[in-house]
């Protein structure tokens, strides 16, 4: 087992350092942004790691594909300690790898954040691997035969050309963190113009991308509240424990969803447990790939919460899920290209993936994840 890190992304399809530089224009994306000391500063906290690719080889040659993210770090944690880690052991008992990971990286410097990323990637491949193996696709492996397909909404700001492109649901990104009248102000007019745009009956959902403070973020629920938003998104800071329960009284008759920056399952089956959202959110890439995912379904399913993976029509590894996952609304396609751009440009797409056509998806039926990759085009990518 190998982990690199990406520096050609073109292999890929789109440009890591582009995404990256985009994100870190806005203040939104600065997680110290409502400190009035720090505003205007997002590039001073942007991790200056890429993507990284784990490549799981089995005793008979197969070999499986993941990916994540933060490669500076995930990619020596990878190949200092967990491959060394699982060497040797059956690629059958996914389960008891995941949690092998999992407690030995709680154990000695915390399961989630950095080290979540990197068990992201492992038992992606893993999964992977094992899709080619019983040469099935992955979707077939968690359960679903004939899967049907999925509807997709669009995430970004050109609602028009979305609406172009086939998509009939639509979610915008808060632009300004700042607790401002002013950034109210504005947000009302980019969601009224919004739902004008895309008429009454469209779904529109908002995301506030998690750095808003709980006071701000109660009065966006209430500021919105006349636009018929279908959820309101990562409301607050990610581990706000006691922030996600004053937002839930606040604004009661409001849908809410978090979960993208959650790691691991544990937070998932907390906000389960304390009723803090209507939907999660979980990212393949980053909350610890496929087994965490099952588990955050089978949790939401069982207590009658909703499942919206972040970036679900992004990647092959979301799309999968978002086809076999119980309880699974939506896949989110975040469209971060220009305006007639192919939609493979966009962020996190694979080779070998399906694109949503008039606002669904159909995920591939190839052997694991169906990402037409080899190895050479890996050795190349990760030169």
Request: net charge negative.
């Amino acid at each position: 087992m190998r982990a690199e890190a990406v520096t050609n992304p073109e292999v890929l399809g789109r440009s890591v350092e582009g995404i990256a530089d985009w994100h870190y224009q806005f203040d939104h994306m600065n997680p110290l942004c409502t400190d009035l000391r720090y505003r205007g500063q997002a590039s001073r906290f942007q991790p200056p790691w890429g993507e990284v690719m784990c490549v799981v080889t089995t005793n008979s040659g197969v070999w499986g594909l993941g990916m994540g993210s933060l490669a500076g770090v995930t990619a020596p944690l990878i190949n200092d300690y967990l491959a060394p880690m699982l060497s040797g052991e059956p690629i059958e008992d996914r389960e008891r790898l995941w949690e092998m990971m999992t407690v030995a990286c709680g154990s000695h410097f915390g399961a989630s954040g950095v080290a979540s990323y990197a068990i992201s990637a492992v038992d992606l491949a893993l999964w992977d691997a094992a899709g080619k193996l019983a040469d099935k696709p992955v979707y077939e492996l968690l359960g679903t035969t004939d899967p049907q397909p999925v509807r997709c909404y669009a995430t970004g700001s050109d609602l028009e050309w979305f609406g172009e492109l086939g998509f009939e649901a639509f979610k915008l990104a808060c632009p300004w963190g700042p607790d401002t009248t002013a950034a109210i102000d504005q947000l009302v007019d980019l969601v009224g113009n919004g739902r004008e745009l895309v008429g009454p009956s469209a779904d529109l959902m908002l995301d506030c991308w998690a750095v808003q403070s709980v006071e701000h973020a109660i009065s966006i629920g209430e500021a919105v509240r006349a636009f018929d938003i279908e959820w309101i998104e990562d409301m607050i800071y990610p581990e706000d424990w006691d922030g996600y329960s004053q937002v839930r009284s606040a604004l009661p008759d409001h849908r809410l969803a978090a979960g993208e920056r959650w790691y691991t399952d544990l937070p998932f089956l907390r906000a389960i447990e304390y009723g803090w959202v209507d939907v999660l959110q979980p990212d393949p890439l980053w909350v610890g790939g496929v087994t965490p995912c099952r588990r955050i379904a089978n949790a939401a399913a069982t207590a009658g919460y909703d499942l919206a993976l972040h970036c679900g029509a992004n990647d092959s590894y979301g799309q999968h899920l978002s086809a076999a996952l119980s309880g699974n609304l939506w896949a989110e396609m975040y469209i971060g290209c220009s305006r007639g751009s192919p939609l493979m440009n966009s962020y996190r797409a694979t080779p070998g993936m399906n694109l949503p056509l008039k606002g669904m998806l159909q995920p591939s039926d190839a052997p694991g994840f169906g990402i037409e990759l080899s190895l050479s085009d890996i050795e190349r990518a990760t030169a």
